[in-house]
């Protein structure tokens, strides 16, 4: 197991490395051809709950997404920590985001906590990914231990081309996500067959 998170944090130092040296223009561009994408994905028509997250480091910014049309009208959540877990709070804006664990914007302490059973979908981020829908984060476990109980989900892990691989390591805790997005497109993985 040693040798297997060794090389999991090797990967994990290399692609935030490679992230952070985007500029600011060529993070907003990419970001901006990902949300077309989703916005435009006929397998998101008629979810009403979808579970988004708060970008740090580079990742793509999926926030305008709360003001477009095919959002505006849904229930939109993000994640807060809590404990060892997360918890799922509705938000109406990016105006309720705070400052929160780990330096990550999350809801702010009065925003309403839902049923993980409600949601649809969920937009995951990640350090790295693999085309069959693994993915490697900052290492905590949270996306792992809350998609663990939630298979019925669709699962779609957010990410730049240059994040995939074709295969990653893989222990027993790790969840298989069953869709990822780049700039380029959104595809499917095996787990959604």
Known sequence: MAGMAECKQRLRKSYLNKRGQLTAAEKNRQSGLVRERLAGWERLSGLETVLFYAPIKNELDLLPLLEDPEF??????????????????????????????????????????????????????GVVFDRRGYRIGYGGGYYDRLLSRHADWLTVGIAYQFQLQDELPVEEHDVRLKALCTPQGIGLTEADL
Do not use: Q
């Open 72 to 125: 505006i009208n849904r229930r939109i959540l993000f994640p807060r920590v809590c404990g060892e877990r997360l918890e799922l709070c509705c938000v109406s804006s990016s105006t309720e985001l705070r400052e929160g664990f780990c330096k990550i914007p999350e809801p702010c302490e009065k925003t309403e906590i839902v049923s993980a059973g409600a949601v649809d979908a969920a937009f995951i981020p």
